[in-house]
Nanobody, 123 residues
């Protein structure tokens, strides 16, 4: 049974870095995969998505700070987060589904996601 499992979250200070990982066994390279986040009291926010042809889309709030990559041989999706800000504090989830194009907004309709990993950025 396919299951997405996130790891790598934690607490960092402003300007710090974290790398999130998501184990993706059973999800082939034909799947689109991405990350979204949800802060307390707020809705889901798409962060980044990568599709089967390598195309990537980022939310403007994280572009040039975050990098999404995937290692199909290791069945792992990553999110490298640099220059973290307090507003990046949220639960981060990886998600997967088939899709037609890289779009961090429509990614929110993907039908599979993990249990999340908490990221806390303090000033």
């Amino acid at each position: 049974q396919r299951k997405l499992v996130e790891s790598g979250g934690g607490s960092v200070q402003v300007g710090g870095s974290l790398r999130l990982s998501c184990s993706t066994p059973g999800y082939t390279e034909k799947y689109c995969m991405g990350w979204f986040r949800q802060a307390p009291g707020k809705g889901r926010e798409g962060v980044a998505v990568i599709v089967d042809d390598g195309s990537i889309d980022y939310a403007l709030t994280v572009k040039d700070r975050f990098t999404i990559t995937r290692d199909n041989a290791k069945n792992t999706l990553y999110l490298q987060m640099n220059y973290l800000r307090p507003e990046d504090t949220a639960m981060y989830y990886c998600t997967a589904d088939y899709c037609l194009a890289a779009n961090y907004v429509t990614m929110l309709s993907f039908d599979s996601w993990g249990q999340g990993t908490q990221v806390t950025v303090s000033s």
